[in-house]
């Protein structure tokens, strides 16, 4: 297997490249499921089709997001296996940035698996990581993916629910909370039920929500009003959209 650090900045496929290894690891790990490299292959064909970078929409979708986070009472940040294993040091980032939690909810739950993600995200800087106490249900959702912390995605006000199945992300924005998607698809259910959907690759949108964060922070509460307010979902999804069909 190729190491990261062994790919060439300059190489045409340096990110797409890095990411699979990532997910590999995930995998050896007992961090990824085996359905994240499908996953992953999903993700990858609609990031080829955008060009692979952040199309504007997406960078407004990210600003926004920073500006909800840091408005929110109570937000958590998701983290599944796919999460983890791309990008665990920028979601801790991201959590301290935005004075958020961080709570571990898988699709495929095992204990091993919390565990294992657990530890990754506190090798990754994390002081408390949610998820294993599971002592709250979300509603109308197959026993083990509902399984959320009371204190933390059941009590959470905003939530950022990146490369999520669309049961859970209909299920959650049922329940009232404001809902931030990254996803690369943009009619996915998880990015049509959104408040706010990023159409990004989460290695690069996790750190550009950090990026807006500090920014919108230092400029004050009317700039993040603004960016919150400013910001258009359906315009978000159709430019997505209009970029893979169309090259637009
Ligand atoms: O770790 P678990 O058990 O919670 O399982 C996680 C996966 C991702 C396997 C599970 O939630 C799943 O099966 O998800 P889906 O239904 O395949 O949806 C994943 C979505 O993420 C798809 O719409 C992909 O296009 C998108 N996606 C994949 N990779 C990326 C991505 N979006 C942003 N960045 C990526 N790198």
């Given at each position: 297997m190729t190491d990261c650090d062994e790919i060439p900045a300059d190489h045409p496929r340096h990110d797409s490249l890095v990411t699979r290894h990532r997910i590999e690891a995930g995998v050896d790990a007992g961090i990824?499921?085996?359905q994240g490299l499908i996953a992953q292959g999903r993700g990858e064909a609609f990031d080829y089709l955008l060009g692979e970078e952040t199309i504007p929409s997406a960078d407004r979708a990210a600003r926004a997001a920073a500006a909800t986070l840091l408005a929110a009472e109570h937000p958590v940040l998701s983290v599944n296996g796919n999460v983890a294993a791309l990008v665990p040091e920028a979601m801790v980032q991201l959590a301290e940035t935005v004075d958020a939690d961080l709570e571990v909810n898988l699709f495929n739950r095992t204990e091993k698996r919390m565990a294992a993600i657990e530890s990754h995200l506190e090798d990754h800087g994390a002081r408390e990581v949610k998820g294993?106490?599971?002592?709250?249900r979300i509603p109308g959702l197959s026993h083990e993916r509902a399984k959320v912390d009371a204190d933390g995605i059941k009590a959470a006000d905003v939530v950022l629910v990146p490369l999520e199945d669309g049961d859970r992300a209909q299920a959650l924005s049922e329940m009232g909370k404001t809902e931030i998607v990254i996803d690369l698809?943009?009619?996915?259910r998880s990015a049509q039920v959104a408040a706010i959907p990023i159409i990004d690759n989460i290695l690069r949108a996790v750190p550009r929500i950090t990026d807006h964060a500090r920014d919108l922070a230092k400029a004050g509460p009317e700039a993040i009003e603004q960016a919150r307010t400013d910001f258009d979902a359906a315009e978000a999804l159709d430019a997505a959209e209009a970029r893979i069909r169309d090259g637009l």
């Open positions: 990824t499921s085996r294993r106490n599971a002592d709250a698809n943009p009619l996915s």
